[in-house]
């Protein structure tokens, strides 16, 4: 049989290609995932930026972007 997969050859746990974009997909949603909560709580809470940067550990610039960018999708 020639024919083979080349999973037979290389292992994905092994190629640093394949680490580096899961690391990248993870590190991906869990900024969408933070970026999320901080539309919710501009949204519902009444929070300055201050407050929520303290609260959730991401610089109050940050939130003043994400603000920013909901006030132009309105």
Do not use: C, H, W, Y
Not at 12 to 38: C, L, N, W, Y
Not at 51 to 70: D, K, L
């Amino acid at each position: 049989k020639f024919m083979f997969s080349i999973a037979e050859i290389f292992k994905e746990e092994r190629d640093p290609f394949f680490k580096r974009g899961v690391e990248r997909g993870i590190k991906r949603g869990i900024e969408t995932g933070t970026a999320q909560i901080i539309k919710n709580l501009i949204l519902n809470t009444g929070a300055t930026d201050a407050e929520i940067s303290r609260n959730t550990g991401v610089p109050a610039e940050t939130i003043r972007n994400i603000r920013a960018a909901m006030k132009q999708e309105d």
